[in-house]
Structures are given as structure tokens and as C-alpha cells.
């Protein structure tokens, strides 16, 4: 059975950092295409971040480029999701994902995570 786990949310002042991580149980987890999203209660979940199998091509929301970065692990199967200058507008349920083709679309995604947490005060 797959399972994501995600860790590493919490409360930030505006202008801080958090590191979340992403355990995944895939059998082949260099072959699938790892992910973050976020939603707030209301809206839709929203892209922010996806990396490749071998971690060499990431694309970004443009609302995060340039203070988030997305990493991964091949051997600790694990994924990263490194957030920088955090503004209040951060705040959400942050979820891994993984699928099998590059995309943004959250369609294109098999696997969720459960969620964790991130709130950032102003």
C-alpha cells in the first residue's frame, strides 16, 4: 500500500522559514514525479511546486518562485519542500503528491499525502 507522509509544518512569523518533508512508500520512487500543493478552506488545492524522477528539472508556482524550493532523495525516498520568506497569503494545508507525468494539473497525481499544516503570522 503506498502511503506519503508529510512533516515539518507549523506556525512562522511572516518573513521566516520551514522545511516540509515528504517519507513516500513507493516501490520505484525515482520513477514517479513528486509534488506540492496547497489549499485553504474554500478554494481548490493549488499547484506550488513538482520535481522529476532524478530531482535534475522542478517547476513553481509563480506565486513561490524564487522562495520555495523543491528537492528530493532517491535513497531516503523522501521529498522536500524548502519554503523561504514566508508571507501570511503561504498559509494552507500543504500535501505530497506523486504521479507519473510532469505536470501542474493535480489530476495528473495517484498518490496524496494526508496534509500538514502551515500557518504563517503577520
Known amino acids: 500500500q503506498v502511503q506519503l507522509v508529510e512533516s515539518g509544518g507549523g506556525l512562522v512569523q511572516a518573513g521566516g522559514s520551514l522545511r516540509l518533508s515528504c517519507a513516500a512508500s513507493l516501490r520505484t520512487f525515482s520513477n514517479y514525479i513528486m509534488a506540492w500543493f496547497r489549499q485553504t478552506p474554500g478554494k481548490e488545492r493549488e499547484f506550488v511546486a513538482t520535481?522529476?524522477?532524478?530531482?535534475?528539472?522542478?517547476r513553481y508556482a509563480n506565486s513561490v518562485k524564487g522562495r520555495f524550493t523543491i528537492s528530493r532523495d532517491n535513497v531516503e525516498n523522501t521529498v522536500y519542500l524548502q519554503m523561504n520568506s514566508l508571507k501570511p497569503e503561504d498559509t494552507a494545508v500543504y500535501y505530497c503528491?506523486?504521479?507519473?507525468?510532469?505536470?501542474?494539473?493535480?489530476?495528473?497525481?495517484?498518490?496524496w499525502g494526508q496534509g500538514t499544516q502551515v500557518t504563517v503570522s503577520s
Open positions: 520535481v522529476t524522477g532524478s530531482g535534475g528539472g522542478t
Open positions: 503528491a506523486a504521479g507519473l507525468a510532469f505536470m501542474v494539473a493535480r489530476e495528473s497525481y495517484n498518490y
